[in-house]
């Protein structure tokens, strides 16, 4: 079936440490695995992507790791500042852009 | 370039009422899903419009139905409301021609079930 496990559920660390997020998928066949970030009371924005025939992708502070084999997929948040505290969604693609999602992972980020 | 626009933004209804919500896709796209996201969960595949059809459905009853208009457009109605549809349902919009490209998100629509 389609399912994506997120861990942890919640997540805090002091500024400047960093921050990673894991994401397990089921379907092999999903080949897109974007993660979004949802501030309170806003829409999910993309914040990085990663495509099944790539292994890792870094924009700045932020980075995404995939792992086919093992069907494992993480994103890496470095010097972490309070403006990066957020629910952060990681997704699995199947079908026609369909996304399934992870429960969200709560990160605070502590001055 | 105006993004994904939704109305409205807020509702509130009773139990077994019918409630439509509405969507317009970013400019240049034709391909609108919708998604569930329940109180501190995931945002859940409802289903997807393109050229005015459903293309894909998720695991959502009947009662949750949709449409597609010419502009790519797109309504998403819920009949008789249940208590657990209270919910933010968001709308996103990409491009169909292709199974790639990022997905856009509206604000959303916060249905509350009283």
């Known amino acids: 079936g389609e399912n994506v496990e997120q861990h942890p559920s919640t997540l805090s660390v002091q500024e400047g440490d960093s921050a990673v997020i894991k994401c397990t998928y089921s379907d092999s066949a999903s080949n897109y695995f974007p993660w979004y970030k949802q501030e309170l009371g806003k829409r999910p924005q993309l914040i990085i992507d990663i495509r099944s025939n790539v292994g890792e992708k870094k924009d700045q502070r932020i980075a995404v790791t995939l792992n086919k084999t093992a069907k494992h997929f993480s994103l890496h948040i470095t010097e972490t500042q309070p403006e990066d505290s957020a629910v952060y969604f990681c997704?699995?693609?199947?079908?026609?852009?369909?996304?399934?999602f992870g429960a969200g992972t709560r990160l605070a980020v502590h001055p | 370039d105006a993004g994904v626009t939704q109305s409205p933004t807020h509702l509130i209804k009773t139990r077994g009422q019918q409630v439509t919500l509405r969507c317009s896709p970013k400019s240049g796209h034709d391909t609108v899903s919708w998604y569930q996201q329940a109180l501190g969960q995931g945002p859940q595949f409802i289903f997807q419009?393109?050229?005015?059809?459903?293309?894909q459905r998720g695991n959502f009853p009947d009662r949750f139905s949709g449409h597609q208009y010419p502009n790519y457009s797109s309504e998403l109605n819920v009949n008789a409301l249940l208590l657990g549809d209270s919910a933010l349902y968001l709308c996103?919009?990409?491009?169909?021609?292709?199974?790639?490209?990022?997905?856009?998100f509206g604000e959303g629509s916060r249905l509350t079930v009283l």
């Open positions: 419009y393109y050229e005015e059809e459903e293309r």
């Open positions: 996103a919009s990409s491009f169909g021609g292709t199974n790639t490209g990022e997905l856009f």
């Open positions: 997704a699995a693609r199947r079908g026609y852009n369909k996304l399934i």
